[in-house]
T-cell receptor, first 114, second 114 residues
Framework: SQQGEEDPQALSIQEGENATMNCSYK?????LQWYRQNSGRGLVHLIL?????REKHSGRLRVTLDTSKKSSSLLITASRAADTASYFC??????????????FGKGTHLIIQP | IAGITQAPTSQILAAGRRMTLRCTQD?????MYWYRQDLGLGLRLIHY???????GKGEVPDGYSVSRANTDDFPLTLASAVPSQTSVYFC?????????????FGPGTRLTVL
């Protein structure tokens, strides 16, 4: 079963606007990761936020984590047409951590209108 | 080779046939994974390997087998394909435990079972 669930399922905005996507998860985590997938391609890692971090930045990306609400958000500022993609959050399969893979949400499909 | 590669790119297979999807990485990563991606369901973990010589079951392992004879290769075998195994298959790797490390994804194999 999915650990993370993204919201909204789809988002369409104008180029230059900010895009916010949310992720909720069910059990305690060690870390939470965000990935991007362009149509027909493999996933690309964007950012990892640890459970003891509340906010993390990488370029135009800003990720927040609220472990009390079991939720995370991904903000893309000053969006560009090239940001059009699906975005997934991913968490540990088990709270104990380890190398036994991640559980992905179903993703948010972001469309940037020129 | 740079990164992680998969073969074939796509395949149409008759039900009941045996098929092996190949995955090779040149990053000397310890951990490797196989996911399937289906519309509306996101990515689901099939099998994983923490290190050469070890494998483990993921969320949807039935009908699939894997081996990890060396660090670089992680083939996925469908012993007797069924139409429900029609999907896009992604191989991924990480330097260490997936909880703490980003995963690198291959370009995917699109498999159709008729």
């Amino acid at each position: 079963s999915q650990q993370g669930e993204e919201d909204p399922q789809a988002l369409s905005i104008q180029e230059g606007e900010n895009a916010t996507m949310n992720c909720s998860y069910k059990t305690s985590i060690n870390n939470l990761q965000w990935y991007r997938q362009n149509s027909g391609r493999g996933l690309v890692h964007l950012i990892l936020i640890r459970s003891n971090e509340r906010e993390k930045h990488s370029g135009r990306l800003r990720v927040t984590l609220d472990t009390s609400k079991k939720s995370s958000s991904l903000l893309i500022t000053a969006s560009r047409a090239a940001d059009t993609a699906s975005y997934f959050c991913a968490t540990d399969r088990y709270s104990g951590g380890g190398a036994d893979g991640l559980t992905f949400g179903k993703g948010t499909h972001l469309i940037i209108q020129p | 080779i740079a990164g992680i590669t998969q073969a074939p790119t796509s395949q149409i297979l008759a039900a009941g046939r045996r098929m092996t999807l190949r995955c090779t990485q040149d990053m000397r990563h310890n951990a490797m994974y196989w996911y399937r991606q289906d519309l509306g369901l996101g990515l689901r973990l099939i099998h994983y390997s923490n290190t050469a010589g070890t494998t483990g079951k993921g969320e949807v392992p039935d009908g699939y087998s894997v081996s990890r004879a060396n660090t670089d290769d992680f083939p996925l075998t469908l012993a007797s394909a069924v139409p429900s195994q029609t999907s896009v298959y992604f191989c991924a790797s990480s330097r260490g435990p997936s909880s703490y490390n980003e995963q690198f994804f291959g370009p995917g194999t699109r498999l159709t079972v008729l």
